[in-house]
Structure formats: structure tokens, C-alpha cells
């Protein structure tokens, strides 16, 4: 079970939006997942239309009159989806955990001693870092940093990390942070240079999906739902599916090996194992003879035969009116970004990229828009209900 807290002390970021969607997004991919809402203004609860008389707030505290065990308060949203709720008076707690020995380890207390079968609990923590926020970090395993592409947003961001760092110090806990970047305006010249200035300080923390502004993630929590009860072949739904994905690829990775590290082999490691298969020349009588240029020329072309070659491919797309458009795909995990920025040529918008054999799922964004390549015929029905594009490498 991993659990990971959804935390920043600045309001308004995401933190709540990211919690309730990928969370579905999980559930969606068959994982079984509680949503336990740390926040006092409950609006993970109410985001998702949930009304309970008990709520964290019985579970954690010592001087409620109902006192309850966390299963008896949690609320089921849909399939594989719960909620524990939280409410008003979970304000006070901090008050009453104030002169109490190992108060910033009350639910992590509750959660060892809580038995089931879920494959994520998700936190979401209220917009500071008081002693509900420390009690998140103390009792997760990985953090999520929801921060949009601003000025604002990347100095509180600093800020944030290093309090987690003394806070994981003090608390002698290991807990991996990352940086998901929300609110993402790809039509704003603006996010794109703050995105590399996210990307040059957080590098080793950085998600690789990126959540974009979309309205529908506003509808949804105004209807009382998630994303993918409201509109599930919209962008949010596509972004949160996609980090939901990411998230899932990282459980193949071996304890203690950070999320940049999950399926990225080392080169150095990679060329040892491609040699490593490769057998030597078969003994003949003439072996002898053969010069040292001779056995490493067969040496070169057996590696050949074991490596993929990497083609390069070009796609274009003709969009004369066009401000700016972007190569998003599989091969990029679908990313909007400088380095996925198309130039353009006479009205006609070019990128070239290197492919290994296999085949490939793409589309193109044009001012934000996203759309199939008009010119390829070849296309295929993806999971929200459009068509993407595809490329096909031959192997050589």
C-alpha cells in the first residue's frame, strides 16, 4: 500500500482537485483507493457531494464524545473509490493535540493499526503546515506537490521543500516528494519559461505529467463528482489518467530507487546487458589467423543485431494560421512542452524525432487544440472516445 500526501501551504493551487481526480483516475485502473480528507474546510467532502455525522475528526481525537474507528466513518463514492470525511470541527484538533506526547504521529498510529486491502491512501492536507499537515508527512511514504507555473508558486515551493526536509529530520522519516504542475496555460508564452524554471530547480522531483487548465475539472467538483463521472473524455480527465498511469509504472521500481530512476536504464548499464548477450565468434580454423580489426569489426555486428536502431522520423502538419503547435505522443508521455515544440516552415509545422521500432500513438496541439494529423490515414479509437494518430517503425 502506498500512501502519499497532497500538500502545499499556499490555498488555491490544486491540492483538493488533485486529490478527488487522481484518485478516480487510480480507481479507474483498478486500484482500490481512500481518499482521507485532512482539510478542516472539508472540500474534498464536499467536492464529492459526501454528508456524514462522523467524520477524521472522531477518529483522531482523544476528547470527542463519539469516538469512532477510521472503517466505521469511511464512505464508499463508486467503484474502488472511498472517502474518509472530514468537517468543521476538525479545526480544533490542533488545539487539543497541542500538550499531547507524540501528537505529530496520531495517524500514522491509526493507519498501522488499520486493516485493509487498499492499494493507495491519498491525504489531503489543509493549506499550511501546522500539526494536521505534519501528522500527513509523518504518516505517508511519498508526497505530491501541486504547484502551477508561477512566480509566486515556484518561490513557495522552495520554501515548502525545505520545511519537509526539517521535518523529515526531526522526525527521522524518509518520504519522497514530487512536484506535479497543475493549471498548466500551454496558450501562455509565460508557463512555458516558469515550466523550465521548475524544471532546472526540481529536475529529480518533477512529475513528467502535467495537468492543464480545463473547466470541466471546475464543473465536475460544482456537481459533486470527480472528472471522470462528469466528463471523462476531457483534457482533465486525460491528464490525471496520465498521472494516475505514471504513478502505477513507478511500483515496478525496487525499493529506494527514486521516481526519475523507474524504468530508465543506465546507459552504462543498458550497453553492458546488450553485450553481455552477445556470444562470441564460433571457433573455426582460420580464427587464429584473423586480425584484431577483423574480430572487432564481427564483434560490432553482433552488437548491431542486438541494439535497436533509432529511426529518425519526421511529422508535419500544415497550419498556416496557427500561433504555436506541439507534438504531443506516447513516446513523450503525450507532454506539452518546449521540447516538443513544432517550428514552423511556410506555414507548414515540422518536428523531427528518433523512434525505436514499435508503434506509436500522436496528435498534434495547435493553439491548445488537440487534433489528429489530418495527412495520416492510419488512426485508432483511444480510451476518451478520439482518435490518435499513428506511426509505425519498422525494425531494420
Known amino acids: 500500500m502506498r500512501t502519499i500526501s497532497i500538500t502545499n501551504q499556499k490555498g488555491g493551487c490544486g491540492k483538493t482537485t488533485t486529490a478527488i481526480n487522481l484518485a478516480a483516475a487510480l480507481a479507474t485502473n483498478n486500484k482500490k483507493v481512500l481518499i482521507i480528507d485532512l482539510d478542516p474546510q472539508a472540500h474534498a467532502t464536499l467536492g464529492l457531494n459526501i454528508k456524514a455525522d462522523l467524520n477524521i475528526y472522531n477518529v483522531l481525537s482523544k476528547m470527542t464524545k463519539e469516538k469512532a474507528q477510521l472503517k466505521d466513518i469511511i464512505k464508499n463514492i463508486g467503484q474502488n473509490l472511498d472517502i474518509a470525511p472530514s468537517g468543521i470541527v476538525l479545526s480544533t484538533l490542533e488545539q487539543e493535540l497541542s500538550g499531547e506526547i507524540g501528537r505529530e504521529s496520531r495517524l500514522w498510529d491509526i493507519l498501522q493499526g488499520f486493516k485493509n486491502d487498499y492499494d493507495y491512501i491519498l491525504i489531503d492536507c ?14 505517508s511514504s ?17 520554501q515548502l521543500t525545505d520545511i519537509i526536509n526539517l521535518v523529515k529530520e526531526r522526525l527521522s522519516h524518509k518520504v519522497q516528494e514530487q512536484v506535479l504542475v497543475v493549471n498548466f496555460d500551454s496558450r501562455l508564452q509565460h508557463s512555458f519559461k516558469m515550466m523550465a524554471r521548475i524544471k532546472s530547480t526540481f529536475s529529480k522531483k518533477l512529475l513528467k505529467t502535467i495537468v492543464h487548465v ?10 459533486g463528482t470527480h472528472v471522470f463521472g462528469h466528463d471523462k473524455y476531457c483534457r482533465g480527465a486525460k491528464d490525471y489518467f496520465s498521472l494516475a498511469r505514471e504513478l502505477i509504472t513507478q511500483e515496478t521500481a525496487k525499493p529506494g530507487m527514486a521516481a526519475e530512476e523507474v524504468a530508465k536504464p543506465k546507459p552504462a548499464t543498458a550497453k553492458k546487458e546488450v553485450v553481455a548477450k552477445v556470444k562470441a565468434p564460433a571457433p573455426a580454423a582460420n580464427t587464429a589467423e584473423m586480425s584484431s580489426e577483423q574480430i572487432a569489426e564481427q564483434m560490432i555486428e553482433a552488437i548491431r543485431k542486438e541494439v535497436p536502431k533509432f529511426s529518425e522520423t519526421i511529422l508535419s502538419v500544415y497550419a498556416p494560421d496557427a500561433r504555436e503547435v506541439f507534438l504531443a505522443g506516447d513516446f513523450n508521455q503525450w507532454e506539452v512542452s518546449e521540447e516538443t515544440r513544432m517550428t514552423q516552415h511556410n506555414g507548414t509545422w515540422v518536428k523531427t ?15 491548445g487544440k488537440w487534433v489528429e494529423d489530418p495527412s495520416n490515414p492510419e488512426k485508432e479509437l483511444n480510451p476518451y472516445g478520439q482518435m490518435d494518430s499513428l506511426v509505425e517503425i519498422n525494425p531494420w
Open 126 to 139: 489543509p493549506p499550511n503546515l501546522g500539526i494536521l499537515t505534519i501528522n500527513a508527512i509523518r504518516a
Open 142 to 158: 511519498e508526497i505530491i506537490i501541486p504547484v502551477e507555473a508561477s512566480r509566486f508558486s515556484l518561490e513557495g515551493l522552495s
Open 214 to 223: 480545463n473547466v470541466k475539472l471546475k464543473e465536475a467538483q460544482n456537481q
Open 353 to 367: 524525432i528518433k523512434l525505436a521500432p514499435g508503434r506509436y500513438r500522436y496528435r498534434f496541439v495547435i493553439d
